[in-house]
């Protein structure tokens, strides 16, 4: 008689290790020991969910998901997610750079940035949500107070002032009012 841990494919059984990391955090009994066997998983499946469900808990722990009760730990999500933006599979960078713009901080611009500049011309989606994640960090207030800090590369400025003409703040306008007249 076949177990009901018995599944036919790989694919089925990471796929219910994915749904089984997503009920148990449902169930708020997704704790680190599962989210650390979910790191160096094979599996770029689960390494993938396991920065979707970082991005989840870390959105409930700042209260922004509606009728979400916050993780009692949720732990130093930050540096998960900076690993997972060198993983081989394309998949999980995206996820990765996805919670980060989940988890806006200055201190994300500089590997989201080298991120961006070594994603392949044809991977149209993972430049998107690195753009997006980025824009998501020079939304937040002093983001680019920390930038006009800096000398940035010409190459560096121009990717910022790309994403300054998405903003609809007046940091943006004055970086790129800055950008444009240099």
């Given at each position: 008689?076949?177990?009901?841990?018995?599944?036919?494919?790989?694919?089925?059984?990471?796929?219910?290790?994915?749904?089984?990391?997503?009920?148990?955090?449902?169930?708020?009994?997704?704790?680190?020991?599962?989210?650390?066997?979910?790191?160096?998983?094979?599996?770029?499946?689960?390494?993938?969910?396991?920065?979707?469900l970082?991005?989840?808990?870390?959105?409930?722990?700042?209260?922004?998901v509606v009728?979400?009760?916050?993780?009692?730990?949720p732990?130093?999500?930050?540096?998960?997610m900076?690993?997972?933006?060198?993983?081989?599979?394309a998949?999980?960078q995206?996820?990765?750079?996805?919670?980060?713009a989940a988890?806006?901080?200055?201190?994300?611009?500089p590997?989201?940035?080298?991120?961006?500049?070594?994603?392949?011309?044809?991977?149209?989606?993972?430049?998107?949500?690195?753009?997006?994640?980025?824009?998501?960090?020079?939304?937040?207030?002093?983001a680019?107070?920390?930038?006009?800090?800096?000398?940035?590369?010409?190459?560096?400025?121009?990717a910022?002032?790309?994403i300054?003409?998405s903003?609809?703040?007046?940091?943006?306008?004055?970086?790129?009012?800055?950008?444009?007249?240099?």
């Open positions: 008689a076949r177990g009901i841990f018995d599944f036919p494919t790989l694919m089925a059984k990471n796929l219910a290790r994915v749904h089984a990391l997503w009920a148990l955090l449902n169930l708020r009994q997704l704790d680190d020991l599962e989210m650390n066997t979910a790191i160096d998983d094979p599996s770029s499946l689960r390494r993938g969910h396991l920065m979707r970082t991005a989840e808990i870390s959105l409930q722990a700042a209260g922004k009728g979400a009760k916050p993780p009692h730990n732990g130093n999500f930050r540096a998960l900076l690993m997972h933006m060198d993983d081989p599979s998949h999980v995206r996820a990765a750079a996805d919670a980060l988890n806006p901080h200055p201190d994300n611009l590997p989201l940035l080298a991120l961006q500049k070594r994603v392949p011309v044809e991977d149209t989606h993972l430049t998107h949500v690195v753009r997006m994640a980025l824009r998501e960090q020079l939304r937040q207030p002093g680019f107070a920390k930038l006009s800090g800096e000398t940035l590369p010409p190459a560096d400025a121009r910022f002032a790309a300054a003409t903003l609809t703040n007046a940091e943006a306008a004055t970086f790129l009012l800055r950008h444009l007249s240099s």
